[in-house]
């Protein structure tokens, strides 16, 4: 439903629905894309910062063996590629084609495009950076502070991330549905 009204330009209402109770009982997949979705409406806001805090918590938690793990990275890829941190967003369009075994995201592509291979061109990204480090731990969010942006100090409100953050929970701004 939230997606609906997010394709019907009411990405206020996608972002109500993700509070509902009916939202918290979603399996890990289905909350997944529900994050994807709410990060898309807050993306059509134009609340970028937003948008990638929330979605950090299923980057960081993902499972790269995961189906919905390709798209989660990806969508996190195309918001830090919309924020302009290019080289971030290479990092995870990586990540997305290491773990999109179904081959349902253009990630080879968009590797190609931003590291300006030639269009077309196969991208070998066996090599890559895993999504796992060395260690076996799931990686930290770009932001790059333990803790992922959740962990954002009170100085970086100044920079706007206190800001997004803030617009994440204002319950039905700008919706009068």
Request: proline content about 5%; aromatic content about 4%; charged content about 30%.
């Amino acid at each position: 439903m939230a997606d609906c009204e997010r394709a019907l330009d009411r990405p206020e209402k996608a972002i109500e629905l993700a509070r509902t109770p009916e939202a918290a009982d979603l399996d890990s997949a289905a909350a997944a894309e529900l994050r994807i979705v709410v990060a898309g409406a807050r993306a059509d806001l134009g609340q970028i910062d937003a948008a990638l805090v929330h979605l950090e918590p299923s980057v960081t938690a993902a499972d790269p063996q995961l189906a919905f793990s390709a798209r989660v990275y990806y969508a996190y890829a195309d918001l830090l590629l919309t924020a302009g941190r290019k080289e971030e967003a290479l990092t995870w369009f990586t990540r997305a084609a290491d773990a999109d075994d179904e081959e349902e995201t253009d990630a080879g592509e968009r590797i190609a495009e931003l590291s300006g291979d030639t269009p077309g061109m196969e991208v070998d990204t066996s090599e890559a950076q895993s999504p796992e480090s060395a260690e076996g731990e799931r990686p930290e969010p770009v932001s790059g502070k333990p803790g992922g942006a959740a962990a954002e100090s009170a100085e970086d409100a100044s920079a706007g991330v206190g800001q997004a953050r803030a617009a994440m929970f204002t319950d039905g701004q700008g919706s009068d549905e």
